[in-house]
């Protein structure tokens, strides 16, 4: 019984750490929506965005540790696991988002996109798995 609930709890952690750098991306991109009008003048070079998005990412992982300073997955090899699949699963929603604005004829932004999802995700996972608890 004391393995089931450890598995679950285990599983609970995860989901939570996929569901945090979720909320923060969505926050990011209605930030990104609100910001980029003003400033829009045509293409952007991806190879200039990606930095960009790397670095939001980064700070999204420093504000949510002051939120939540303890990180939810306590398990160091769990922590190597999640360093990777949250950011995964969150690559998968932005793509989904995407998808579905460009399916109703709105404007996208890059972060919808699974590439630039997941690098925002996979450095909001590195700063908060380098420096938290």
Do not use: C
């Not at 979720?22 to 009008?37: D, K, P």
């Not at 829009?40 to 980064?58: C, D, H, Q």
């Not at 700070?59 to 699949?85: C, D, E, M, Q, Y």
């Amino acid at each position: 019984m004391e393995i089931l609930a450890e598995i679950v709890l285990r599983l609970f952690q995860a989901l939570l750490e996929i569901i945090l750098q979720i909320v923060f991306e969505v926050l990011a991109e209605l930030g990104i929506r609100v910001v980029r009008e003003p400033f829009r003048r045509g293409p952007v070079n991806p190879w200039l965005a990606a930095p960009g998005y790397a670095l939001l990412g980064a700070a999204a992982g420093g504000l949510s540790l002051l939120v939540f300073p303890a990180l939810f997955v306590h398990s160091p090899v769990a922590r190597w696991i999640n360093l990777f699949l949250a950011p995964l699963f969150a690559g998968l929603m932005m793509a989904l988002i995407g998808a579905r604005l460009r399916k109703r004829g709105a404007e996208t932004i890059r972060l919808e996109t699974f590439a630039y999802g997941f690098l925002f995700a996979f450095s909001m996972a590195a700063v908060r798995m380098g420096f938290g608890d």
